[in-house]
Each structure stands twice: as C-alpha cells, then as structure tokens.
C-alpha cells in the first residue's frame, strides 16, 4: 500500500476540467488510485498528497488557467515535503514536456491513451526524485477496462467508444483523443448490468461521435441494436446517449429510440452553424436541410421529445447573412435549450490560420443576439409544460438555491431541470424522506428558460435502490470489469469551447 507516513495511506485529490469524457476519465483516475491503496482527500483537505489535473486543451485559456493553478500550488508543495502533482488529460497529450519545462515542480505527466499508468509513474518519480513523462500516440488498453469510482448512485457514465474519425476545422481533439476505437456489444452491456446491479437507474452512453459506433467492425446498425439491448435490462430505467453527429443519424436509430421505453425522449445534437457555407468551411458533412429533417423525424416518432444543441458564433468568414441563417434554423428547430460558444482561435487547428478572422465586437454582438433567441424560444417551449405532470429522478447538486428554497431537485425523462417541492418529505429525518436516486411524480407549475418549477406536493414518491445508497453513503465501484449527461441549462455566458470534445460533435 502506498503510504504517507508509517501507517497511514496517501491521500489523493483530482480536479476535473472539460467535457464529459474527462468527468468520466477522473473517475477511473479515482478507481486506480484507490485501487493502489491511495484514499481520497475530504472536502476541507488542502494539503492531499497527491493532486491529479484531468486538463481540457478546448477551453479558452486552458493552460493559463493550469499553469495559475500550477504556480498557486508551488507554495503549498514546498511546506509539504512528500506531495506530489500530475497533470493528464487533453492538454497534457498537447503540450507533453512542456508543463515540466513550465511548472519544475510538476512530478507526473500523463497522456489520454495511458491513464492507467499513473499509479506507477507516481511510485516512479517519487522513487527517481525526478519528474515522469509519459505520452502514448495511441490507445494503450482500452480505459472502460480500468477500475472505477463512480461519482453518482443513481446515474452512470458507460463508454462505448473512445477518438474520432472526423476533421472538424475547428476541433482538436482527433488529434488528442486518436482515431474511433469502439468496445464489443457485449463488453458494454456487461457494464451496463453491473452498474444496474449497484442500484444505478441511468446510464448515458458516451462517445466523441457516439452514434458512429460500429464503424471499426463495419456495423452501421450498431448503434440502434445497442439502445434495443440495453432495453432488455431489467432494472434500468433511463438510457440517454451524447453526443451524435447529424452525418451519422439514421433512421433506425431514431425507431429504437421510440420503440425502447428506457430510452429517453432526449436528444443533444450539435448543430454548430445554420448556414451551409460556414459548415461547409468548418468541415461539417451535413447541411442544414438534412439537419431540419432529422429533427422532424424525431419529433414524428417522439413528439414530446426535447431537442438540444451547440452552436458556434462568428466563424472566421461568417457573414451576417450566414448569422441570420442559423437563427433561421433555430427558430425552425425549436430547441428545449442551446449551448452557445464565441469561436477563439485554436492553434494546431485549421480554423485558427483561416482568413476571414471577425473582429471580437462582431462575435458578441451577434452572440448576445443569439443566446436572446435562444431563450425566447426555450421558455416558450417550456411553458408549454405547465399543468403537466413529470417524472423526476432526484438528482444532488443540480439546485444551487434548493436549501434557501426548501426544493429539491432532479432531471425530467426530456432531460429537462426540474425544482421541486417535497412536501415535507424532503426534510432529513421526516416520515418518506426522499433522497437523490428517488423518482418523483410531480405536477409543473411555472416555467423558465432553463428549469421548470413544481411548487405542489409531489404526487407519488418511488423509493429506489439508489436512493439507498445515496442515503448510506456509498457510490458504485465497478473494479475490473468493461465498464455522463450533458448538462441542460443556461448558455454560457462567455467565450467557451470551439474546439470539439464531447460537447461540440
């Protein structure tokens, strides 16, 4: 067991930034350290023995912001003889020896094909007294195999691919995260059932592009037998996917999601551009009409469903007609909700040295302009909810206000942000306490843009096996075996991700 004094294990701590891959990722980070014996640092811990960066190369400013981070942990490492610091993720596999170059006292650098190495270069350096680099140019094993700490009773994250076959102009991550690698059926499933035997009610399958599973073993279908499996798995309730890209959405996708009551009547589809021309530059194999059309679809089979979208403003070369094309495309679309990225320039991709760069008034004029109709839109749709009865699983930490409020809060089958009254019921030691993992049916009666509000006592309340745990305090561990969401709610506020990921496909 790896220790920090005669005795006592080391304690660990890992600070997440980025899509939903990297939320995933630290959670196998967290399963392997705790698997080499390593226990994880409580909330008021500052000095952890080790601190672990899962970085993100796609925001804006990642490595200033790592490197500030960096340089306000220097001190700390100094008064602390023993702590140890690595940086993985995206941007660790983009700058490489860079980061030792830049922060000395960095001990580990690790790459997104070789998380499960960590363990041993952290042993490594501190046996070497030196700093360990090591960046894989491909996936070592595939990282569902690594052990897990799952972060929520209720819902899971299950991998079914990792990498992308696209070139996206302005995305990086193919080349961070390495070409499509996809897990047999049967590797998935079995984390699916695993996590259902911990009580786990949710899982969202994830992948870079998700809906292009099978296309490393030549099954164009696989996609939509995979959502009908996971169907036949009893005890899970909601199955959500993200993110697909429009090129690869078929028909028979759309018809396993309408004909498989787990699955929910969801979708996030990144749309990026309305206008043909700037999809065309960014390198996007669709166009608007067949965007519009995969929608209706959709709707035609799901007509309850919410549909939810990325978008990108100011493009380099985007004109103000192509603007106005993809507000088009909005108000055409309808969206529950959008999240809305200011392009900034990315180096390494071919966006950054294109002509036709905007001016930075430009971009957040035409942003302002959007996120307004976004939300005009997405209120309308909500209000049409009103006097509507929904099903609830509670979720922790989705309601900043709850505790003010006396709500509580959880996500509705559309994915949709629900705060709720309980009644009482939600209050600790009351008769029918209801805990994260529980269902609730209860009746909305106000809208807004982002959340739905039910301000009556909930209808039913369904104690679930997950709520158990929640109540206990224990989290699903899934050692050894082939083991997200996206977040629904207010557009960002600033200049964010242009570069792909997860939530840009």
Not at 88 to 95: R, V
Request: charged letters at 25%.
């Amino acid at each position: 067991m790896t220790t920090a004094a005669a005795g006592s294990p080391r304690t660990y701590q890992v600070r997440t930034y980025g899509c939903q891959m990297n939320v995933h990722d630290s959670e196998r980070i967290s399963g392997l350290l705790e698997q080499a014996g390593y226990v994880r640092a409580g909330e008021a811990d500052d000095t952890p023995d080790v601190v672990v960066f899962n970085t993100c190369a796609v925001r804006e400013n990642a490595d200033n912001r790592l490197y500030g981070n960096l340089g306000h942990l220097r001190p700390v490492k100094n008064r602390h003889p023993g702590m140890q610091i690595a940086v993985g993720g995206c941007l660790a596999q983009k700058d490489r020896g860079d980061i030792v170059r830049r922060a000395p006292w960095v001990d580990v650098v690790f790459g997104t094909h070789n998380i499960g190495s960590l363990p041993v270069l952290l042993e490594r350096a501190r046996h070497n007294a030196a700093a360990e680099v090591e960046i894989l140019e491909s996936l070592d094993v595939f990282p569902s195999t690594l052990p897990t700490r799952r972060e929520s009773t209720y819902a899971g994250w299950v991998s079914i691919s990792v990498g992308c076959n696209n070139t996206c102009t302005f995305c990086i991550v193919p080349s961070l995260r390495g070409k499509e690698k996809d897990r047999r059926p049967g590797d998935i499933l079995s984390e699916v059932r695993a996590l259902v035997d911990e009580g786990v009610l949710e899982v969202t399958l994830l992948g870079q592009n998700v809906n292009s599973y099978g296309v490393e073993f030549g099954d164009r279908y696989a996609f939509g037998k995979l959502l009908r499996a996971c169907g036949e798995i009893d005890g899970l309730e909601r199955v959500r996917f993200t993110s697909p890209h429009p090129k690869d959405f078929t028909d028979d996708v759309i018809a396993a999601m309408a004909e498989t009551p787990n699955v929910c009547p969801s979708l996030h589809m990144p749309l990026q551009s309305g206008s043909d021309d700037v999809l065309r530059a960014m390198r996007r194999s669709y166009r608007s009409d067949r965007y519009l059309g995969i929608i209706e679809k959709v709707r035609a089979a799901m007509p309850d469903a919410a549909i939810t979208t990325d978008i990108i403003v100011g493009f380099p070369g985007e004109t103000e007609a192509d603007f106005e094309r993809t507000l088009d495309v909005v108000r055409e679309a309808r969206f529950s909700s959008a999240f809305t990225f200011q392009y900034s320039k990315r180096p390494g991709t071919p966006a950054a040295t294109m002509d036709g760069q905007l001016p930075k008034q430009v971009v957040q004029e035409r942003y302002e302009r959007l996120v307004a109709c976004v939300e005009e839109i997405s209120w309308a749709e909500n209000k049409k909810l009103v006097g509507e009865t929904v099903e609830v699983l509670v979720a922790v930490g989705e309601g900043r206000k709850d505790e003010r409020t006396g709500r509580m809060s959880g996500r509705a089958r559309d994915g949709r942000l629900v705060h709720f009254a309980t009644g009482g019921a939600g209050e600790p030691g009351a008769a029918g306490t209801i805990r994260p993992g529980d269902i609730v049916h209860t009746t909305i009666t106000y809208a807004a843009p982002h959340h739905l509000n039910a301000d009556g006592a909930p209808l039913s309340h369904r104690r679930t096996r997950a709520g158990d745990a929640a109540e206990a305090g224990r989290s699903p561990r899934t050692p050894g075996v082939l083991l997200g969401l996206p977040t629904i709610g207010a557009p960002a506020a600033a200049p964010a991700p242009t570069t792909g990921c997860a939530a840009t496909h």
